[in-house]
């Protein structure tokens, strides 16, 4: 990496700036989270799994892990080829196409979720055709998985297409003159090099997923063991004065979060690694 | 970006500031009052200026009648709470935020108007429903909240319960009912409004168990001619209660405006707001004025079929209660 | 390699961003990016598909971003303006709807604020010096973007809630956080906490330190410094991740509503009035403030895009025509 900083430097500051670095970062995460899990040892362990794997618990934490992957997968396929699409091709509205991708983004979940709603309810613009089909989108599982589609597809498109803008031509052109055809080219040599930003996109999309709340519950039709995220669940708990269930799950969906996080930055380390040996 | 916010910021908020009243009080409540206290708020607080010269804001928060007792107890600085049903006050009671006996310092149960718990089907009601025992029919859409969350969830529950215990006469059978009934809802919205939305601008399922003042105002909302309410001949009186938190009225010094506030309910002005709303007005008066409103439905209470709502709540509400059972099923 | 930033990023667009100021850097990844044009220009082409299937690659992509991103777009204009222009704007001058888009306004404008500031210090401490535990100080910083938001809005009831580990004292002292504006403007914080540190710290990281050493050296003090030779260089960096950090701390919904009380008029936001307003048949009235979110995202969106642009002409020093000569001179 020719990034490299003067490590030993004569800046002033580094004191200051990191106490007030660890001061503000304590206060609103750490302290709050660690609330999060003194709360929890309050509970003893059987408490705890026993709150865990009730049926309606699991159930929950099945939908929003299980969906989420789904949706992730998709999100890994339709997003390489928006990709492909916006980087290799040029078409009319690319730009356009291009700037839009982070409209899941940057719009407020709550607008997206009513919106989506609206689009897919039985008299929705897609829910009407979809319902002749005899295919229910809004109120169902399908519901759900739309939504973290919807709010997942920029985290894999803008992770991967830098890479494949900066992905060396003459790895393409070794290929093509020692005989490749096309089909080769794409499957055996591009996506392998793109391996890495694809799973982090797909970690990333998965995450956001898992937690997502406002743009999930106004379409989810939330049914206790079909179509209740784990996030609703535990707003669910807490309007029932169930502070121990609410802690628990969101205990256990926080480690899920760090254990994505960390994935994450061993595949950028991976990442990191493979990319130089071209 | 900050430089050029701010200023609008302090602008925007000094403009608010300007109508500050004499007394502000907080009503916490639960989903399907909204227009109710909208309509009441501004009766009293005109009333109020009227007799002691003074302003009054009344400032509403809605939602689910659990949800919101939770936020009382969690901090939410309500003067005065008018929930769902009276086991959600006796969980802030619970906590020492109200006193124990609230519920005998205001007449009536302090529940100064009733409702009851109706169907609202679609036009022509197509699936022929009549009463409790329609819902149960084989891929029959049932709507309705979930009772974990929402007070008038709990009311729905109560009613095919107590219906079915009549009907069937036993508590075995009244389980099977209402398992039965359940296994027709294809969505369990967390409160009343969810659910209302769900069945009436989402179209789906076939009946929706309401409050009969939402079944009223849905109907008045989209149209006569899109849903019918049908009243079955028998259903449980659904008494909302209300009560000052004495915790926070006593130190925000609004003891005396809150129990006001309350207190109005009991006028024939409030009454009168209540039956315009398609609440049940307890005044006799009143009630006989706007008897043709309502449907001639027998209700049975809470406390002739449960023993009343600490015991209901904890046999089918409470953790591993009967609802449980039947979701776990 | 430039074009990998070397910290994690679990944000995909500040990575895209993070990764166009790297290639900027490198005057190789500037001969590279200068190259691939010309590769898909050449008449012989290898470097791309059939003429079928790029139809059906183009064509899956625009349908699936029409379908998904597009349409929900539409529909919440559409619906906003059902009945007209007259209503539409009548719901926009609802006290209600004031308020609500007065304390979104202020609740961004403490949230922004806040996280600026300190997003520039940690940015500064992490960027300008090396310690052991970095990555891990990193790692905690990234968090909030992956935490669910209801999570985000639990811990601050579980700390500051009546029943919490601080209410008792709040409650005494006559403190209120939870459901009022602090316990709004400490959610929407923690969920926007990352934006301006993570959209610095790379850009810092590759300008490294000589600047501010020379500037040190010739006598400046530190805030002279930094006020006169880093903020010029990361001005559009920086913008870049308020801008980010505005549209999130505006249009939070799970954490705000698990601490807002709720209370008409007072501690209800844009998204939440949303909601509520869906709730109350109000469809016009909540497409209505809804719209204005939308508004907002497609006006970050163009501002990002501006200063995407920005950071490239910042970053990558004008082409230099004798660059083309030596590069590639049987092009001209």
């Not at chain 2, 006050?89 to 006193?99: E, Q, T």
């Amino acid at each position: 990496m020719n990034t490299a900083v003067a490590r030993r430097t004569s800046l002033p500051g580094f004191g200051l700036t990191m106490g007030l670095t660890l001061t503000w970062l304590s206060i609103i995460i750490l302290i709050p989270l660690a609330g999060l899990f003194l709360k929890t040892l309050e509970l003893s362990p059987a408490q705890f799994w026993e709150i865990l794997s009730s049926r309606r618990t699991l159930n929950a934490l099945k939908i929003s892990f299980g969906l989420s992957f789904a949706a992730a997968c998709v999100n890994l396929v339709m997003g390489t080829i928006i990709v492909w699409a916006l980087v290799r091709y040029r078409f009319p509205g690319r730009r356009i196409f291009d700037a839009i991708v982070d409209i899941p983004f940057a719009l407020p979940t709550a607008v997206a979720g009513v919106a989506l709603t609206q689009l897919f309810a039985q008299k929705g613009w897609l829910g009407a055709p979809l319902a002749e089909l005899g295919i229910k989108v809004a109120f169902t599982p399908i519901g759900i998985f739309i939504a973290m589609i919807f709010i997942g597809i920029p985290f894999v498109v803008r992770t991967v297409q830098p890479v494949l803008i900066d992905l060396d031509p003459e790895i393409e052109e070794a290929a093509a003159s020692l005989g490749a055809n096309r089909w080769h080219t794409v499957f055996r040599v591009i996506l392998p090099s793109l391996i890495p930003a694809l799973l982090t996109g797909f970690a990333l999309a998965f995450a956001r997923a898992v937690g997502e709340y406002g743009s999930v519950i106004f379409i989810a039709g939330n049914l206790p063991n079909v179509s209740e995220i784990a996030p609703l669940l535990i707003v669910i708990r807490l309007s029932e004065f169930r502070y121990a269930d609410a802690t628990a799950i969101a205990v256990v969906m926080l480690l899920a979060s760090f254990v994505i996080i960390f994935a994450v930055n061993r595949l950028q380390r991976w990442a990191q690694t493979r990319i130089p040996a071209h | 970006m900050i430089r050029r916010i701010l200023p609008l910021v302090a602008g925007l908020l000094w403009a608010s500031s300007a109508f500050a009243a004499d007394y502000t009080l907080l009503n916490v409540s639960y989903d399907p009052t909204r227009e109710l206290y909208a309509d009441f708020n501004k009766a009293f607080a005109a009333a109020y200026q009227k007799e002691n010269g003074k302003s009054v804001e009344i400032k509403q928060s809605h939602g689910g009648s659990g949800s919101q007792a939770r936020a009382v107890i969690d901090g939410l600085q309500a003067d005065v709470v008018t929930l769902a049903l009276a086991y959600d006050i006796d969980a802030i009671a619970a906590k020492g935020l109200v006193a124990p006996d609230w519920q005998k310092r205001l007449s009536l149960n302090a529940s100064p108007y009733t409702s009851t718990i109706v169907f609202l089907v679609r036009k022509g009601n197509p699936k022929a429903i009549k009463d409790w025992d329609d819902l149960i029919k084989p891929g029959l859409q049932v709507i309705t909240p979930n009772p974990k969350t929402s007070g008038g969830a709990r009311w729905n529950y109560l009613a095919a319960w107590g219906f079915a215990e009549k009907k069937f006469g036993s508590a075995d059978k009244a389980k099977k009912f209402v398992a039965d009934l359940f296994n027709n809802v294809p969505v369990l919205d967390t409160g009343a409004r969810g659910s209302t939305v769900t069945f009436v601008e989402r179209g789906v399922g076939d009946v929706l168990l309401a409050w009969e003042n939402e079944a009223f105002l849905a109907q008045r909302e989209f149209g006569k001619g899109k849903f019918e309410i049908v009243a079955p001949p028998l259903s449980i009186l659904a008494e909302p209660p209300i009560s000052v938190v004495d915790k926070v009225a006593d130190k925000k010094g609004t003891r005396a405006v809150a129990e006001a506030y309350l207190k109005y309910w009991y006028t024939k002005e409030g009454q009168e707001i209540a039956a315009r709303n398609s609440y049940r007005p307890r005044d006799p008066e009143i009630a006989k004025e706007h008897e043709k409103s309502f449907a001639r439905v027998e209700l049975f209470t809470i406390d002739d079929v449960f023993g009343g709502w600490t015991k209901a709540q904890k046999d089918h509400f409470g953790e591993g209660g009967i609802f449980d059972q039947i979701y776990k099923n | 390699m430039s074009t990998q930033t070397s910290f994690v990023t679990p944000e995909a667009p500040l990575k895209a961003y993070a990764s166009t100021a790297g290639a900027a850097i490198s005057s190789l990844s500037r001969r590279e990016a200068r190259e691939r044009p010309r590769a898909l220009a050449s008449p012989k082409d290898f470097r791309t598909e059939p003429g079928p299937v790029r139809f059906v690659i183009v064509a899956l992509a625009v349908s699936f971003l029409t379908i998904f991103v597009v349409l929900p777009l539409v529909v919440v204009f559409a619906s906003a303006l059902s009945k007209g222009f007259g209503a539409y704007f009548a719901a926009l001058a609802e006290p209600e709807a004031l308020s609500a888009i007065r304390l979104t306004l202020l609740v961004a404008a403490i949230s922004v604020g806040l996280n600026l500031l300190f997003g520039v210090i940690a940015a500064w401490a992490i960027a300008k010096f090396d310690f052991p535990g970095k990555t891990f100080l990193v790692t905690l910083i990234d968090l909030p973007f992956s935490v669910s938001p209801v999570i985000s809005g639990l811990v601050f009831v579980l700390l500051f809630g009546a029943q919490g580990y601080w209410g008792t004292w709040l409650q005494a002292h006559n403190v209120h956080i939870l459901f009022a504006v602090p316990g709004i403007a400490l959610a929407t914080i923690f969920v926007t906490f990352p934006f301006v540190a993570r959209s610095l710290i790379p850009l810092m990281q590759e300008q490294g330190t000589q600047e501010e050493e020379a500037a040190i050296s010739l006598g400046a003090s530190g805030l002279q410094t930094f006020f006169r030779v880093t903020l010029p260089n990361i001005k559009w960096g920086l913008l870049y991740g308020v801008l980010l950090c505005n549209a999130r701390a505006m249009g939070e919904f799970g954490a705000v509503s698990v601490v807002s009380g709720h209370i008409r008029g007072e501690t209800n936001t844009m998204p939440l009035l949303v909601e509520i307003l869906y709730n109350e048949y109000q469809f016009v009235a909540s497409f209505a403030i809804a719209s204005l979110l939308a508004m907002l995202a497609l006006i970050t969106l163009v501002v990002k895009t501006v200063l995407e642009q920005r950071l490239d002409e910042g970053q990558t020093p004008r082409d230099d025509p004798r660059d083309d000569l030596r590069d590639d001179p049987s092009d001209h």
